[in-house]
């Protein structure tokens, strides 16, 4: 009986289950509901995203991007391409950073806990870049381009650590990497050399939230338990110590020596005492001499005594200031040339001076003989062509000249008179505007006046933001302590008009405070513009 309700149970089953399908869903088609029951079912009430609050939102979104809840973020979808497309070399840098910048990490591990040797079997970020979630972007007064990425990662990396403990080699995997952190980005400082910046700067502001699993020889070591967290806040105080703000992660862009500013570093004192026995360049048997002094690598005119009328063995004792960048390159070139109303000044002789065969802060004075050109390499002529006794000495800027600290309670400081005195260089560096309008047009260009020197930026056409990033240095025997620069900004018609010239604003900058602080950097609003702001930044180097 046994078998045979078996059986009889098997084939119910196999002729009851089509049938009753069939039936089910014939009733399903041709039935209807009854009237009263559709008054119960409501059509769903739809709302725009607008008039949700935020609880709703995220019940619908299950993630809703930086971009769509804090306006500071922009989307970056084009950069998430970006990245996709750069991964696979951007793996490579950013593996061979982090074998550099482990090593030392492991080095300190090695004779501890019975450990011999720590290294990377595998490193591979795999084959999933970041996403950007969005990215702020901020505004400085200095020479940078300052972000905030927000980055998560789910990657699907390939790194295995080999530790040999008492000889027996361990290969520790990390599985299931999550990474999410929101670090600083600095591109510093902006630069006029492709591509535009020196230095990659990378710090993190907060903490980033780090997930991973560990798997020795096929176990998941994070099973054991109280494992998981120690090991997660070594990994997270080994991050924040090496880029956790203020430290930060330094990646050089461009050389230093192709970086094309420099800041100026000292002033050489030249004095041009005289010259002896120069050519005679007239026919009348005679000449009328002067000097052009300048340095190697400056755009700068030539400094220039004045001209001595009829004489070959000419005094002129005339002191210059030259501004110097880099004392072990440059080279100051002396030249003694014919002054003549007609036609070009010829050369009577030249001759160079290294600076760096000079000591500095010690007068050095030389006495040398003319030459023909400055090809040395060339034979020269037997005609002797004089000489020039010149005196020079290279004053340093002291490292942190202007920054005088003055004494709250009357301490035992040196009078101001004693910290404020001596020779400097005042540095204006007239970086941009903004807002700034013309009735008839907009071509602005900036005039800087100081003590009767009146120096001029290029002219942008066309724009109410210029960006002219020109600086302008004069050399001062005093500090200028009750001085002022007064800048300008004008637009001029590029073609012949009537009113050519119109006034877009001024400003007048007591450099009292340069003076003290050895630099201001600040927006000042433009006198006579209804928006205008005008950006400069002045610092003051004494020697």
Known sequence: MGLLSSLLGFLGF?????????LG??????????????????DPVIRPLHEMDMSSLEEIL??????????????????NKFLLDMWPYLDKAICATIRSTTEPIFA?????????????????????????HGIKVYQTNEKDLLMEP????????????????????????????????????????????FPCFANLVVSLMERPHVDFGLKILGGDVMSIPGLYRLVQEIIKKQVASLYLWPRSLDIPVLDSSSVA??????????????AMKLLKADLLGTSDPYVKLSL??????????????????????????????????????????????????????????????????????????????????????????????VELNFVPFKQDSAKFIYPVDGGSEKSSDEQLSGAGLLSVIVQGAEDVEGEHHNNP????????EKKKTKMIRKTRDPRWNEEFQFTLDQPPLHDKIRIDVVSKRTRFSFRSKESLGHVEINLNDVVHNGRINEKYHLIDSKHGVIHVEIRWDTV
């Open 62 to 79: 299950s993630e809703i991007p930086l971009w769509v809840k804090c306006p500071d973020y922009e989307r970056v979808d084009w950069l």
């Open 150 to 193: 927000a980055i998560k990662w789910a990657g699907n990396p390939n790194i295995i650590l080999m530790l040999k403990i008492m000889s027996i080699p361990i290969r520790v995997q990390l599985v299931d990497l999550q990474v999410f952190a929101a670090p600083r980005v600095a591109l510093k400082p902006l630069v006029p050399t």
């Open 261 to 274: 500013i420099k800041k100026p570093v000292g002033i050489l004192h030249a004095k041009v005492v005289r």
């Open 25 to 42: 869903f014939f009733f399903f088609i041709y039935s209807r509901p009854h009237h009263h029951h559709r008054d119960h079912v409501k």
């Open 14 to 22: 196999g002729f009851g289950l089509p049938i009753g399908l069939v």
């Open 296 to 389: 190697t690598g400056e755009k700068l005119p030539a400094k220039k005594t004045t001209i001595k009328k009829k004489n070959l063995n000419p005094e002129w004792n005339e002191n210059f200031k030259i501004i110097v960048k880099d004392p072990q390159s440059q080279v100051l070139h002396l030249e003694v040339f014919d002054w003549d109303k007609v036609g070009g000044h010829d050369r009577l002789g030249m001759q160079m001076v290294p600076l760096k065969v000079l000591t500095p802060y010690e007068t050095k004075k030389l006495t040398l003989d003319l030459l023909k050109h400055t090809d040395l390499s060339d034979p020269q002529d037997k005609k002797r062509r004089g000489q020039i006794m």
């Open 445 to 452: 260009f900036a005039f800087v006046h100081f003590r009767g």
């Open 108 to 132: 300190e591990y090695i004779g501890k806990y019975k450990i011999q040797a720590i290294e990377f079997e595998h490193l591979s970020l795999g084959t999933l870049p970041p996403i950007i």
